[in-house]
């Protein structure tokens, strides 16, 4: 064994058991969307006395966390997202109405002296200047004077019961020594007025409505007034809404008024389902891929999905220790990408075969060599097609939102572990295999000194592609005026978080229909609602942007006739972020398009950067076009998998070109056609053995996955065929009309000098 294998093994080691280690003592932190609970997005906004920036924002997400923390939520999340927003995450609490009440008022309270109750057959009704006609608890109105004396000046308040006397709950008051002097004085001036009179009672005014008015006792003399510390609010309060009241008070107030601009909430049993779905789909998809390559491989195969197994360890690991965040796009991601880690060692695999066989017979160690060189030619395809899956999942992180973040983030963890447990696990494990005369001796049993089924297809039938190029275009023209004719006719069903609204999801006890379910809405007055089924107990709602009251008299609606309804989905998306997540969602694409470009282009030619994004555009276009023609939801979840795809079309082209880019290099001056023909025929091996491991796990994770990772999991199946199809048939075409139309069209001997590191590999033994 050399040197660079025992590194490589005792490297792989120490990660693996640190990995280990951290498995077995952490926990991972699950979103929402997975433990169940409430997520809300609050904007604040301008106020006649104070501007919504950062700072005011800060001072809001104090404010808040003081609420939360007295609302008694386990383990809260209140952070500020951007300048003006502020995001609360609350685990476990699926019903949002109260809290979102709680947390939204801006609790600005004011103590004012009653003047009175208004006459409205007055000729003149209006009240003067300096005084205010408010709503009181009543129902009715009352005539108040000047502020005399605001919140900020109030210690403490707390909620107390007195059952003895039968007072019931109340809210009491300590106030500063400033205010504790102006409450005196106001109390004071009150009880000079006869009882009974209007102008013996204070206003006590929260967000611009009275909500408590008591009389002054009347054992309090004029002048007197009441001190600090025996101030009492009363008015038959019940014992939440006593709690809630002392809560807003104590906690002050914000510094400028917010608004509900998102707010999703999930039942705990629909993310415990996503999990036991999601861990049955990895386990089967994992399991089916590693009997695959291992088929495919025989014994390098079995050692690949042994270093799979490690992947999925080490990523697992990094994400508790990171903190990150598990979500459900997450989960999905993270499922996803052990797919996409078999296609580093497929490409080494696939490399050391052609080794093999230019070697066999030339050196009494032709599998050893073989193997080295079959990992040191792939790794420079390996970096740059899981650069491009890297620059698709910062572009998730950066301009996604709430899930889709989780998303990105665990893809990017994937892509990189992915890399490490191809090229030192898998390769630690096979090189010490090789070293063994057994393995050596019979190629039957280590696979790589196999030719495999479709390379001796190939190499029997060896078609001649590209000659009519154009034709191949032609049929990929077609495609994509189909894609976007289904856009014109269908029109893109865009979920809430683009267009702003409501999605309700319920799971009723008994059967129901969707007439009925429709009827039903109609009645209760939400004809324009719009009513799917996912099966005979399940149905989603989706309306404008309704208040709790109305999603209340949705779920009363349809639990008529006995069925007992649960919510088991609340998305509220304000119009406001649902304009931005659109244009959020353009600019994602059109960076991903601009980066995509710049990066191939400085790593490769231009004109293969062109022809790699010319078919990553042809496959969102058809992505979206089978969307719009299926009718199913643009949201998200869909611009997650739509941007995976964008990595993987290029992850594909990226393959294709880099043997393009080999070959070409050994003969300068050459056309491009046959070394383009002979990549795509080296190459489609590889493509064909990693998309079957894509598919396994995306079509366990259509089957087994759920509603909520079904589309998902759709939107992948079809980007994979398109992009393996675009690739060759696509990409490859255009990068032939571009070269074709320059006149330099073949590279020199001065850039094959230049580049020694990317078409060296003739010196190893490549053959075309």
Known sequence: MTRATTVRAVLAAVVLLVSLFVTLTMSPRLGLDLQGGTRLVLQAKDSPTAKADRESTDRTVEVLRQRIDALGVAEPTVTRSGEDRVLIELPDVTDPREAAEVLGRTAQLTFHPVLGVPDDAAPDPKPKSEELVLPDESGGRLRLGALDLSGAGVKDARAEFDGQRGAGWSVSLDFRDDASRDWTRLTGEAACHPPQDERRRVAIVLDEKVISSPQVSPSVTCGAGLPSGTTQITGSFSADEAKNLALLIKGGALPVPVEVVEQRTVGPTLGAEAISASARAAVIGAGLTALFITFVYRLFGGLAALALAGYTLISYAALVALGVTLTLPGLAGFVLAIGMAVDANVLAFERAREEYASRSGRTSRPLRSALAAGFRNARTAVVDSNVTTLLAAGLLFGLGSGPVKGFGVTLAIGVLVSMFSALVI????????????????????????????????????????????????????????????????????????????????????????????????????????EVTTAG???????????????????????SAEGRATTKVRDDLIGPSLGDELRRHALIALGIAVGAQLLYLAVRFRWSFAVASVTAM??????????????????????????????????????????????????????????????????????????????????????????????????????????????????????????ESRRKDGAPTRQRQRTKPGRGRAADNGARV
């Open 617 to 738: 555009v042809h496959d969102v276009v058809i992505l979206v076009g089978v969307f719009a023609w299926l009718g199913r939801p643009i949201d998200g979840i869909f611009l997650a998998a739509l941007l995976t795809v964008i990595g993987y079309s290029v992850n594909d082209s990226v393959v294709v070109f880099d043997r393009v880019r080999e070959l070409w290099a050994r003969r300068p001056g050459s056309p491009l056609l046959p070394a383009a023909r002979a990549a795509v025929l080296q190459t489609v091996p590889r493509t064909v053995n990693t998309g079957m491991g894509a598919l396994f796990i995306l079509t366990a994770l259509a089957v087994l996955g759920g509603d909520s990772l079904r589309d998902f999991a759709l939107a992948l199946l079809i980007g994979i065929c398109v992009g393996t199809y675009s690739s060759v048939f696509t990409a490859v075409p255009v990068a032939l009309e571009v």
């Open 536 to 558: 005979e107990r399940e149905l989603s709602v989706r309306t404008g942007d309704t208040g709790d009251r109305a999603e209340a008299a949705i779920r009363d609606a349809l």
């Open 426 to 529: 898998a390769r630690a494990l096979t090189e010490m295999a090789a070293g063994s005369r057994f393995v050596t001796d019979f190629p039957g049993v280590n696979g790589i000194g196999l030719r495999g089924r479709v390379r001796t297809y190939l190499t029997r039938r060896a078609p001649q592609l590209f000659r009519r190029s154009r034709r191949w275009l032609g049929v990929s023209t077609v495609v994509v005026a189909l894609a976007v004719l289904g856009v014109a006719l269908r029109g893109l069903n865009l979920g809430v978080e683009f267009t702003g609204g409501r999605l309700m999801e319920y799971t009723t006890s008994r059967p129901i229909g969707i007439d009925t379910a429709r009827t039903a809405l109609a009645d209760a007055g939400f004809a324009d609602a």
